[in-house]
Each structure stands twice: as structure tokens, then as C-alpha cells.
């Protein structure tokens, strides 16, 4: 088969096309490693993707070659049935005490899963101190949100933006029984939720909805950028050569990234179902020093804010790069609107604000990590190093129909 030829390798495409596939095989293939090709389309060499096929319990998992199985939690096992159910609740704006958001408010799939804002707008106006992360390869991730230690399962974070109060995301709280009664008078939610938990007494509860959610979010993996078809796939020629000076540049000593951004989901930050050793590092990248103090500003303090330790001020956790093209505007509080202007950040060894409230320069921050000691870089090195980011790129993540709003006809 022409690889070449194909002019839009789909993930999406192909993960339907391999439904139908593993729903035959799925018997064959209990705990064990598959690797097939799945050839879609109409002369079956587009959309060619590889795909390893891995059961666990009732679920087989669709995973891009080279990457590790999920972890997932023991009273919470994987079904397609919660899957859809969680694909639907990701979506329904019923889920918030005004009617007005949804997860997919703040999480699009057209930007990776994020929304485009510097910081997030909640379902009553307020505005959230952070940026909303992508949500690529969540399920991967050691612990969730920018700088939270103690929130190491999707099981922990979901209540946040449902019930959180500081600030009110989907606001929820003081509304329970209200938006439980929503889902018990529909249908559509009898059926799904009797689908996915069947025997439990009464299914419609919140307990129950956070399952279905973490399980629809465990399977927003993304694995087929041109950076996956050069290293998983040997296609020598997914990236230009460009990109792959970019890449030289990113893996080396000079510039450091691969330290914090290591790994098959770029994080070092990363666990997945036969991790022995579970890193949860938080690094301080020079980004503030307001009045030469190592501060960051009030409320976006970072780990800091957990452990009450000085040299823990700025620490924030290295963000996965998969996808980073389309999450812009960058960092924990979007103040870096560019790849260019991050890289150039790095280059200074820590980003100067001139004036204003949060003056300072990061290059001197106390707490910043070793790293982020700078380098010289030519123009063309940035465009370099920038080109080799897009090319983690999986645009087929973001038309996924998998992943797509149920409620959007042509979706389901
Ligand atoms: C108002 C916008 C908003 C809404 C609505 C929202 N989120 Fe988020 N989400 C955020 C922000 C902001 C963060 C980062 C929070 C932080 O770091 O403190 C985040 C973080 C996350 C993370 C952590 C990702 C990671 O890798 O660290 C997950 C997972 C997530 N949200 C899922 C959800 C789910 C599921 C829902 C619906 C129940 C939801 N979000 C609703 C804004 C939102
Ligand atoms: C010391 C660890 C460390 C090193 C080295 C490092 N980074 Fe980062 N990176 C981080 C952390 C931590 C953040 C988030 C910081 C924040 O939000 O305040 C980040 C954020 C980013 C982001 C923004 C991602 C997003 O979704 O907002 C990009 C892009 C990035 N780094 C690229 C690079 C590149 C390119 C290099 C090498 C030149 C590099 N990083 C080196 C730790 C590191």
C-alpha cells in the first residue's frame, strides 16, 4: 500500500472503520497486544493508521502504536455504555444550574479541548483564575489541573468544575436534586444511564455521572500526528526538514525541553496503567518576578498554594505539547499568545514584563527550575523549533466523530 499517497491520514475515520473490526476480533484478543493496520476509504489506502487493540474486562481499548494503556480505577472499569453515556453528559448543558454550560463550554473539540480564552468564563460569569487545559491525553496525566498534587484521578477533578464555588463553573451546588430530576425525566438518560450501570438501584445519581464522564474522557487519546508516523510508524517522510531540525533541537542539552516535556505524551507528568514509579513534578519556568521577589501573581501561585513552601512559588506541571498548536493562548493564566513568543521566553532563560503590576524579570527568579538557563537561537532555530510543535499535531483528534456532540445532527 501507497502511504504517500494519502493525502489526510484520519484517525477518526479509521477508529470507525476499526469499530466494526475489533467487534469481531474483540474475543480473539483478550489481554494480549494487537497490532493491526486499518485501511479505510474508498480505495482502502486513505486514512491508513495503526492501531493496537487491547481488552480489558468488557472495553477494548483503540490505542495509537506506541503508547501505553490508561490507568483506570478499580470501582470505575471502562464500557462503551458509560463511554456514550459520558459523551452525552460532556455535552448537555443540563449540566449546569442555569442551563447555560457544559463541559464542552470550556472544553471544544475543534481547539484540542480547550476554549480559545486566556482564562475560563463560568456558567455565572466569574472568571476562572487559569487557562482551561486541552484535554489530549488527559488520561495520561500523573495529576490534573496546572498545579494540583492532589488530584491524581479524572474521578477527583469532575466534581470541581461541577460543584466548585471558587470560583462557580458549571455550578451545580445547591442544585442537585434540580439537575438529577432533568436527567431522570428524559428518555434518552433512563435508557443510557440503565445501559451503563444496570443493576444499581437507582441509577440516575452523581456518583454515577462522574463515572460516565471520566470514562468518556479516558478515551480522548490523541496518537496520530506526523511526529507518531516518523517515530511509530517509520514514515521517514511525515516530517519537513524543518520540523526535524526542530526535533534535534528540542531533544538536546542546548535547549532542554525534552526534560520537562519527556516522554510519549511530551510530560513528564505521565502515568498509565503498568507505571511502577508515578512522577508528579511541578517546575517554575520563569514566566514572573514581580518586583524581584520570585512572585507570581496573587492567586496563580502555583504549587506554592498547596504546600506553603517559598521555593514551590511559580511551580506549575509541564503541560503535554501533543496538540499545542491549537490551545493557544498559552501557560497556566494564557499571558503568552504565541509558540514564538513562548520559545523566545525560553530563549531569555524566563519572560520580562516591563510595566505594569506584575514588572519584573523571570530570567532572575529565585525558584525558577536549573532548565531554564537560556540559549541563543537564530530565527530560522525558532521557526525550526515551532514547526517541529505542529508536528505534533493530530487534526484528526479534533473531527473525531468518537468524540464529537451527540446532540449536533450528523454527530451520532
Ligand atoms: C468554566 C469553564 C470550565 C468548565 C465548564 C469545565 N472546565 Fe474543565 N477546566 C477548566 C479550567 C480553567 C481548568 C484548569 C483548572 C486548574 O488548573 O485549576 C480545567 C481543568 C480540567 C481538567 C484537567 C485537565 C488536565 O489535564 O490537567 C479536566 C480533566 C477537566 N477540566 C474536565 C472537565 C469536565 C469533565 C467538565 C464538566 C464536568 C469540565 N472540565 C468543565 C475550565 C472548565
Ligand atoms: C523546567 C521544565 C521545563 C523545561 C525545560 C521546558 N518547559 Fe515548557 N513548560 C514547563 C511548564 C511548568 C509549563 C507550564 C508553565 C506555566 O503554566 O506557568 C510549560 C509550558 C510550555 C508550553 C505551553 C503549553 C500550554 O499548553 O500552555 C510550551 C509550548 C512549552 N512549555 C514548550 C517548551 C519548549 C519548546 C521548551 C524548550 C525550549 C520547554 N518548554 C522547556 C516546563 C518546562
Not at 485501511?39 to 487491547?54: A, H, K, P
Not at 449546569?96 to 464542552?104: H, L
Not at 468518556?216 to 510508524?233: K, M, Q
Request: charged residues 20%.
Amino acid at each position: 500500500m501507497d502511504r504517500s499517497s494519502k493525502s489526510k491520514p484520519s484517525w477518526g475515520e479509521s477508529g470507525i472503520c476499526g469499530l466494526v473490526l475489533f467487534r469481531s476480533t474483540r474475543m480473539l484478543v483478550c489481554c494480549a497486544f494487537v497490532y493491526l493496520l486499518i485501511g479505510c476509504g474508498s480505495d482502502n489506502t486513505q486514512g491508513l493508521t495503526e492501531v493496537q487493540l487491547v481488552t480489558r474486562g468488557e472495553y477494548t481499548w483503540q490505542l495509537p502504536a506506541g503508547f501505553p494503556v490508561p490507568t483506570v480505577q478499580s470501582d470505575n472499569p471502562m464500557s462503551e455504555a458509560k463511554v456514550e453515556l459520558g459523551r452525552h453528559l460532556f455535552y448537555d448543558t443540563h449540566l449546569s444550574g442555569n442551563g447555560t454550560m457544559s463541559c464542552s463550554s470550556c472544553h471544544l473539540q475543534e481547539l484540542a479541548f480547550t476554549d480559545g480564552r486566556n482564562v475560563a468564563i463560568g456558567s455565572t460569569g466569574e472568571h476562572h483564575p487559569r487557562n482551561a487545559p486541552g484535554l489530549t491525553n488527559t488520561a495520561f496525566n500523573a495529576s490534573l489541573n496546572w498545579a494540583n498534587p492532589a488530584t491524581v484521578t479524572l474521578e477527583q477533578q469532575a466534581p470541581v468544575p461541577m460543584f466548585g464555588e471558587f470560583p462557580v463553573e458549571l455550578g451545580l451546588s445547591g442544585k442537585e436534586e434540580e439537575v438529577l430530576s432533568r436527567f431522570k425525566q428524559s428518555d434518552l438518560y433512563q435508557n443510557l444511564f440503565k445501559e451503563a450501570f444496570s443493576g444499581d438501584a437507582e441509577e440516575i445519581n452523581f456518583g454515577n455521572i462522574v463515572k460516565a464522564l471520566t470514562s468518556f474522557e479516558r478515551t480522548l487519546i490523541s496518537g496520530n500526528s506526523p511526529f507518531d508516523r516518523l517515530t511509530y510508524r517509520q514514515d521517514s517522510s511525515a516530517l519537513s526538514t524543518s520540523a526535524k531540525r526542530g526535533m534535534d533541537l528540542f531533544f538536546s542539552e542546548k535547549l532542554e525541553c525534552f526534560h520537562c516535556h519527556g516522554g510519549f505524551n511530551f510530560t513528564l507528568s505521565s502515568t498509565h496503567e503498568s507505571s511502577s514509579f508515578v512522577e508528579k513534578p511541578f517546575h517554575n519556568n520563569g514566566l514572573y518576578n514581580i518586583g524581584g521577589t520570585g512572585a507570581y501573581p496573587p492567586g496563580n501561585q502555583g504549587l506554592f498554594e498547596f504546600t506553603g513552601n517559598l521555593e514551590d512559588r511559580g511551580k506549575f506541571r509541564a503541560p503535554t505539547l501533543r496538540n499545542v498548536e491549537f490551545t493557544a493562548p498559552y501557560m497556566h493564566d494564557g499571558s503568552v499568545a504565541t509558540l514564538e513568543e513562548v520559545v523566545r521566553n525560553y530563549a531569555r532563560g524566563g519572560r520580562k514584563i516591563s510595566s505594569g503590576p506584575f514588572a519584573g524579570d523571570g530570567k532572575d527568579n529565585p525558584y525558577k527550575s536549573g532548565f531554564i538557563s537560556g540559549f541563543s537561537i537564530s530565527d530560522e532555530e525558532v521557526a525550526d523549533l515551532v514547526n517541529f510543535l505542529k508536528s505534533l499535531s493530530d487534526s484528526s483528534f479534533l473531527t473525531d466523530p468518537r468524540f464529537a456532540n451527540p446532540f449536533e445532527s450528523g454527530a451520532d
